[in-house]
């Protein structure tokens, strides 16, 4: 019992260390995700800046309300 204890905690030391040395290294799927997310990003950041403009733009029209209005 002993020896197949030894052989067990061996095979999962070797195992573990082997895992740990070889390392994990980016995919292309990785990169090709970490594209995607950066895109999505820009993509909300341009249409924070259009919505902002529009609700600026918006404001600043001559309403019926307004002095300006044309009769």
Known sequence: MKRAL???AVLVTVTT???MLTGCEPS???RFRE???RR???A???GFC???D???LLSERATRLSNWYNR
Do not use: N, Q, R, W
């Open 40 to 42: 999505d990003i820009d």
């Open 28 to 30: 292309s799927h990785d």
């Open 6 to 8: 030894l052989v067990l």
């Open 35 to 37: 594209m995607t997310y």
């Open 54 to 56: 529009t609700t600026v």
């Open 44 to 46: 909300d950041a341009l």
């Open 50 to 52: 259009d919505d902002f």
């Open 17 to 19: 260390l082997s895992i």
